[in-house]
């Protein structure tokens, strides 16, 4: 079953640096892994997006290894304006033919002060 | 630059009804996508358009459709709704520059908040 797992809630003081990682397997072969950001009441934010090995740009890291099996969104140096649900959206081939675009379930990330 | 706008922004139907909600994209956005977000489920992909085609489309039953008109504006609509049918409908807007909706940074509206009684 072609599915993205992503761990549900993460606590971080603020200052640290937090890592979110979403695992995909069957992620189809030509594919970029997007992470989004989502505030309550709010539609997704785009936070930053690659196909492999590492991007960055001014608010996050994605570090994407070379099997492209999973992700990881890095955050450095929180704020409590963090606090947020944070989304990966891969697309998966779950069998011959098909395609699926799928986000995570998502992971509340709370900043403690 | 004007965002993502959708209409209305909250929407109360009965089971048995059908409803229609709207999105207009960001201005120069070709490609629009829906999404449907619940507490149990998160967001799942409806279906996506691009130049008035559904180029994409998730895993939801023939009561949810879709168009895109000639200015990329886009209505989605559901009948015959059902009680698990309340959710957010969030739509995203994409300059398209390489084809994909999984390949472009996506902005969302704030969404449609729909309740089935």
């Known amino acids: 079953l072609a599915k993205t797992t992503q761990p549900i809630s993460m606590d971080s003081y603020e200052g640290q640096e937090v890592n979110i990682t979403c695992s995909h397997n069957?992620?189809?072969?030509?594919?970029?892994i997007t992470w989004y950001q989502q505030f309550p009441s709010q539609g997704p934010r785009f936070i930053i997006q690659?196909?492999?090995t590492k991007v960055t740009n001014e608010v996050a890291s994605l570090f994407i290894p070379a099997d492209r099996k999973s992700s990881t969104l890095s955050l450095p140096r929180v704020s409590l304006s963090d606090t947020a649900v944070y989304y990966c959206?891969?697309?998966?081939?779950?069998?011959?033919?098909?395609?699926?675009?799928?986000f995570g379930k998502g992971t509340k990330l709370s900043v403690i002060p | 630059k004007a965002g993502v706008t959708q209409t209305p922004r909250y929407l109360i139907k009965t089971r048995g009804q059908q409803v229609t909600l709207s999105c207009s994209p960001i201005?120069?956005?070709?490609?629009v996508s829906w999404y449907q977000q619940t507490p149990g489920q998160g967001l799942q992909f409806l279906f996506e358009y691009f130049s008035e085609t559904q180029r994409n489309k998730g895993n939801f039953p023939g009561r949810f459709s879709g168009r895109q008109f000639s200015n990329s504006r886009s209505e989605m609509n559901v009948s015959t709704l059902e009680l698990g049918d309340s959710a957010l409908y969030l739509c995203?807007?994409?300059?398209?520059?390489?084809?994909?909706?999984?390949?472009?940074?996506?902005?969302f509206g704030p969404g449609t908040r729909l309740t089935v009684l």
């Open positions: 201005s120069g956005h070709r490609s």
């Open positions: 069957n992620i189809a072969t030509n594919d970029y």
């Open positions: 995203a807007s994409s300059l398209d520059l390489l084809g994909s909706v999984s390949y472009n940074e996506q902005f």
């Open positions: 959206l891969v697309g998966l081939n779950p069998g011959a033919g098909s395609y699926q675009l799928t």
């Open positions: 690659g196909y492999k």
